[in-house]
C-alpha cells in the first residue's frame, strides 16, 4: 500500500492563493432581476442605471410598482458596483 505524505504547510498556504474566492453574503438583488427579466426589461433597466438624471429611488419605486421589492439604497449600491462601497456586480 502506498501512503500518501502530508503536504507541508507552506504547500497548503500557496494552494489557497489557486483556489476559488467564496461569496460572500446574498446577491445583489439588482443583479438577480437583471439575470432573470426580459432582454428588452433588463436592457431598459442598465440605460436607467447609467443615467445620471434618473434618481435610485425612482427607479426603485418602478421596480416596486411591478412587483419587485428593491430598494433606493440597493440600485445606488447596484450603481457604484466596482467600488469599495458598492455592489460585487461586475461593472
Do not use: W
Not at 416596486?64 to 456586480?89: F, L
Request: proline share 4%.
Amino acid at each position: 500500500m502506498i501512503e500518501k505524505q502530508p503536504l507541508s504547510l507552506a504547500h497548503e498556504l500557496q494552494e489557497l492563493e489557486n483556489a476559488p474566492a467564496p461569496s460572500r453574503g446574498p446577491r445583489c438583488s439588482v443583479g438577480a432581476f437583471l439575470a432573470a427579466a426580459a432582454d428588452n426589461d433588463a436592457a431598459a433597466l442598465r440605460q436607467a442605471l447609467d443615467n445620471d438624471r434618473i434618481t435610485s429611488r425612482a427607479i426603485a419605486d418602478i421596480l416596486s410598482k411591478h412587483g419587485e421589492h428593491i430598494t433606493a439604497y440597493t440600485v445606488a449600491r447596484h450603481r457604484r458596483r466596482s467600488e469599495s462601497n458598492g455592489c460585487r456586480c461586475e461593472r
